[in-house]
């Protein structure tokens, strides 16, 4: 069964270091979203991206994050300076066509800044 | 504002019905989502309701009242996998290019 992989499994950064999450989404899907939930709390929206471009992004989502697909697979989700409270699970998720109402999530990546 | 409220804990034992509910506030809604998230893992996908109605798949069943600005998911049977949290989430554009999750409900079956 096809399944969005994501890597690592475990980030561990220093404050003010950029890290970059990598997704590769299920291959014949259009729609590629980024997610974040920090413990114990909801998911939260950052990112969808569409047509290699932003299509919607949430508050969150500030001039520290950047999203690319820089080769046709591979999604990513760069955090140039990141702070404490960036600790999250971050989950990347793709959707196939427009008329798919589900959204296929990845393990997460659990990002933890210290 | 977007914003989907759920009830934080459900209890229940095996082989009971558990009742789901999400109340959503929006200025624009296309349907809803249940996705089920076990500890640690990835949120999967449950069902969606474009239409008011109840939608049925296998134990699992969801509802929708637009008029209501209501949903909830319906788990029967229960069993001790079914312990996980459930979320209801709504695609708040066109196009389903953001969805927005509710707060969750954590659902713990017991013996």
């Known amino acids: 069964e096809p399944e969005v992989t994501q890597t690592p499994s475990h980030q561990v950064t220093q404050m003010g270091q950029e890290v970059i999450l990598r997704c590769v989404p299920i291959?014949?899907?259009?729609?590629f979203y980024w997610y974040r939930q920090i413990l114990g709390q909801k998911v939260e929206f950052l990112v969808s991206?569409?047509?290699?471009?932003?299509?919607?992004k949430s508050e969150i989502f500030d001039d520290q994050f950047s999203v690319e697909r820089p080769d046709g697979s591979n999604f990513t989700l760069k955090i140039r300076s990141t702070k404490l409270e960036d600790s999250a699970m971050y989950f990347c998720?793709?959707?196939?066509?427009?008329?798919?109402?589900?959204?296929?999530f990845g393990q997460g990546t659990r990002l933890t800044v210290v | 504002g977007q914003s989907l409220e759920q009830p934080s804990e459900v209890t229940a034992v095996e082989g009971a019905i558990v009742q789901i509910n999400c109340t959503y506030q929006?200025?624009?809604?296309?349907?809803l989502s249940w996705y089920q998230q076990h500890d640690g893992g990835a949120p999967t996908f449950l069902s969606y309701?474009?239409?008011?109605g109840l939608e049925e798949t296998g134990r699992f069943s969801s509802f929708l009242s637009r008029s209501d600005s209501y949903g909830y998911l319906l788990l029967q049977e229960l069993q001790m996998k079914d312990s996980a949290s459930y979320f209801c989430?709504?695609?708040?554009?066109?196009?389903?290019?953001?969805?927005?999750f509710g707060t969750g409900t954590r659902l713990l079956v017991s013996p």
């Open positions: 998720a793709s959707r196939g066509q427009a008329t798919n109402t589900e959204a296929f």
């Open positions: 291959s014949n899907h259009l729609y």
């Open positions: 991206f569409y047509n290699n471009e932003i299509s919607e």
């Open positions: 929006t200025s624009g809604f296309y349907g």
């Open positions: 309701n474009a239409l008011d």
């Open positions: 989430a709504a695609p708040w554009s066109t196009g389903f290019q953001k969805l927005v």
